[in-house]
């Protein structure tokens, strides 16, 4: 199975902060990388998918960079609405894998 | 709009079955890729099994491989996860959810799960 290493598995950061998330998978999977926010009692939400594609609705300040093994999820402009634990997956190969999560706290 | 709702979730004891069910609606449900995922109290998502959206191909996560089968039945938009021999790692919160691609061909990968239903809670007691 593909594994996936995500750091930090937390930070905290203050409002309009840029912060960054990083994900390894432990074999190249191409562009096929999505990312998740979760907030606390609530079903994650798709952000991104293939990597960079950012999902319906979702606003600018997200974005994903990488290819193969390296990638990365940066929110610019951090808002209050933007703290939740976030997940990488690998789409790539079955069975699919998500990172450990980073959870984004206020500072 | 899309919406995917669980049920069956309960308490069952080591070792015995349950059956979990997902409800869809508002979009061509045969036409995609439905998955399982649990997360387990206060820890992370787990990918646990993806049917796809004629049934022909299924997958599974190592840790549930043979004790867990998903079917669906396009008739009824309704996806199932039996879920046999169960074991205590198996308590978590189980959501079921729509993938992103349309009519994914045959060995083609999804590109994510893009509707979530609210989850369905499973206890294993011993």
């Known amino acids: 199975d593909i594994q996936m290493t995500q750091s930090p598995p937390s930070l905290s950061a203050s409002v309009g902060d840029r912060v960054t998330i990083s994900c390894r998978a432990s074999?190249?999977?191409?562009?096929?990388l999505g990312w998740y926010q979760q907030k606390p009692g609530g079903a994650p939400k798709r952000l991104i998918y293939a990597t960079s594609t950012l999902h319906n609705g979702v606003p600018p300040r997200f974005s994903g960079n990488g290819f193969g093994t390296e990638f990365t999820l940066t929110i610019s402009n951090l808002q209050p609405e933007d703290f939740a634990t976030y997940y990488c997956?690998?789409?790539?190969?079955?069975?699919?894998?998500f990172g450990q999560g980073t959870t984004v706290e206020i500072k | 709009q899309v919406q995917l709702v669980e049920s069956g979730g309960g308490v069952v004891q080591t070792g015995r079955s349950l059956r979990l069910s997902c409800t869809a609606s508002?979009?061509?449900?045969?036409?995609?890729?439905i998955h399982w995922v649990r997360q387990a109290p206060g820890k992370g998502l787990e990918w646990v099994a993806i049917i796809s959206r004629d049934g022909s191909e299924k997958f599974y996560a190592a840790s549930v491989q043979g004790r867990f089968i998903i079917s669906r039945d396009n008739s009824n938009n309704i996806v199932n996860l039996q879920m046999d021999n169960v074991r205590s790692e198996d308590t978590a919160l189980y959501y079921c959810?729509?993938?992103?691609?349309?009519?994914?061909?045959?060995?083609?990968?999804?590109?994510?799960?893009?509707?979530w239903g609210q989850g369905t809670r499973v206890a294993v007691s011993s």
């Open positions: 508002g979009y061509n449900f045969a036409s995609y890729d």
């Open positions: 074999q190249g999977i191409r562009n096929d």
């Open positions: 997956l690998q789409h790539h190969t079955y069975p699919w894998t």
């Open positions: 959810a729509k993938d992103g691609r349309w009519r994914r061909a045959a060995g083609a990968t999804g590109n994510g799960m893009d509707a």
